[in-house]
Structure formats: structure tokens, C-alpha cells
């Protein structure tokens, strides 16, 4: 219930900054260039490290990596047929394409599913959405942010993305055991995540000219909320006959609200920020209904 909170206060503090005028406009640049910089990468090395591999959940792994891609097909052939403008798409992909698997998701799982299942989270947050972020969803920034880019420069771009080094050297680092006062530094640089991110989100939100953005908008939680969680169930339930409560995890989890960490990447490409700002501050408490009827389908079926 704390994290909740803590999303709900920080996104109110954000824009209590921005009406008061007490922050510069630059904010959340600033704050964005230390979550990318700074944040990130100590929750990839943290993370990553203690990552416990299971063979048995190869399917929750994959989940953020099909739901990645099938938005990336559907808002690509939607973006062609209702002629929207490349830089919302971009944003469609890379924000409706990936979910809170972490920050919601976990406080999430430990309320409907129990503590114990709070493994299955981690695997789908950490194999799944940090790692399509820090690969496809850089690739889709950089590609829907700059128009024609060599594949040359889209390398360099995903390699030079500090939370892809640090998931790099993370991996590399897995022998070795880290101090305590190595872990306690990763989980206090770490911990900063959410809440500059939700005040970054929360300075940018605009609700005027929203009229222009509800189609969009509409279409990106649609698929957020309803339709990708439902592709999934449709693969792993009716398609390979998959059952019991790692599945049942691994779709709850794909149900996840917009991941506010891939609005930031957005942002920070100047993919769409208004719309950006809505798909994370609109989807995150709509969420926490459909969440809810999505536990009581799971667990019904």
C-alpha cells in the first residue's frame, strides 16, 4: 500500500511544482538525465546480480518480449492507416509496449497472489520489460526520434545507454559477491527511481488540447490494459495449454499499467510528452480496476 501511495503522491507533487513555479521548466530534463544515468544502472547491476534464472518460467520471461513486438506491429500498421504522425507512434510503441512489471507490479502480486509468488514477478520485470527496454525500446526511441538513422548510429546508441552497460556489466559481475555497503549504495541510487520519475511525469502532464489526444490515448491503454494481457492469455492458456499460478502471474503481470521508466525514455526523445504524460498518469490508477477484474478472470479459469 506504501508504494501505491508514493505513486499517487509523487505524480500530485509534480504537478504542484510545475502550477506553483517554484521548479525551473527544466526540471524534468534534469531529472530525467540522472534516472537514465544514475537510477537506472544501480537497479540493473543491483538486480540483475541477485537474479535467480528458472527454466521453468521461460514463458513469463517472454511475455514483455511478445507484447513488445506485437505493439510495435499493431501501433506501426495503425500509425500507416489513420496517417499518425511518426513521434506518436514511437510513443504508442515503446510506453503502451511495455508495463509497470515492478514498482505496481510486485506490490501488486504480493496483495492478489501471496508473497511467495513475488519470483515470478521479478523474473518477468528483469528478463522481460528492463531488458526490451534497454534494447528494443532504445531502438524505437532512437528510430522514431531522429527519422532515418544508420545501423551504424542505432549500435551505438543501444550500446552507449548507461542501464544497457550496467545490465552488461551486471551480468559480468554475477561471480562475484557484493560488500554490503556495495548493495546498500545500489538500492539507495536505485530507490530514487520512481519517485523522480513519477514528479518528472507529474511536471509534464497537461490535460488541455486533450481532445486531440483521447483517440491515441484511448487506443494505448486499450491495448495496455486489455488487449495485450488478452493476447497473452490467448498464446499461453488456449494456445500451449499452460495452467497454474505461474501463468496466472505472468498474465496479471502483462495487465500492468504503461512502465513509467519507458515514459521517461520517451520523453527524452521527445516522443509525444503530452501524451506520454497521460498514457502513465491516466493508466496507473485505471489500473488498479482492471487489475482487479483481471484476478478475478485468472483465478475463475
Keep these: 500500500m506504501a508504494n501505491i501511495i508514493l505513486l499517487a503522491v509523487c505524480l500530485l507533487a509534480g504537478i504542484g511544482l510545475k502550477k506553483t513555479g517554484r521548479f525551473p521548466a527544466a ?36 511475455m514483455a518480449w511478445l507484447l513488445f513486438g506485437c505493439a510495435w506491429l499493431l501501433f506501426g500498421w495503425a500509425g500507416k492507416l489513420f496517417k499518425l504522425d511518426r513521434k506518436t507512434v514511437g510513443a504508442l510503441i515503446l510506453v503502451a509496449g511495455l508495463g509497470n512489471t515492478s514498482f505496481v507490479g510486485l506490490p501488486m502480486i504480493e496483495a492478489y497472489f501471496g508473497h511467495g509468488a513475488l519470483g515470478i514477478g521479478i523474473i518477468a520485470d528483469q528478463l522481460g520489460s528492463f531488458m526490451v527496454l534497454s534494447t528494443l525500446g532504445i531502438f524505437v526511441a532512437t528510430y522514431y526520434s531522429s527519422g532515418s538513422v544508420s545501423p551504424r548510429q542505432m549500435a551505438r546508441k543501444v550500446l552507449m545507454f548507461p542501464p544497457f552497460q550496467a545490465l552488461l556489466l551486471a551480468f559480468l559481475l554475477r561471480p562475484l559477491n557484493f560488500p554490503d555497503w556495495a548493495v546498500t549504495i545500489l538500492e539507495k541510487l536505485g530507490g530514487t527511481l520512481t519517485p523522480l520519475a513519477l514528479v518528472s511525469v507529474g511536471f509534464q502532464l497537461q490535460f488541455g488540447g486533450m481532445k486531440a489526444m483521447v483517440k491515441p490515448l484511448t487506443a494505448g491503454l486499450a491495448y495496455k490494459l486489455l488487449l495485450g494481457p488478452a493476447i497473452i492469455y490467448l498464446l499461453y492458456v488456449t494456445l500451449l495449454g499452460a495452467s497454474g499460478t505461474a501463468v496466472q502471474v505472468t498474465i496479471f503481470e502483462a495487465a500492468m499499467a504503461p512502465m513509467i521508466t519507458a515514459g521517461i525514455i520517451a520523453i527524452d526523445h521527445d516522443l509525444n510528452p503530452q501524451l506520454v504524460g497521460m498514457l502513465v498518469g491516466i493508466g496507473i490508477p485505471l489500473s488498479f480496476l482492471t487489475l482487479h477484474f483481471w484476478h478475478m478472470f485468472l483465478t475463475a479459469v
Design 27 to 62: 526540471t524534468p530534463a534534469s531529472l530525467n538525465a540522472f534516472i537514465i544515468h544514475i537510477s537506472l544502472p544501480a537497479l540493473a547491476i543491483l538486480h540483475i546480480h541477485n537474479l535467480k534464472p528458472d527454466s521453468s518460467l521461460v514463458l513469463t520471461a517472454a
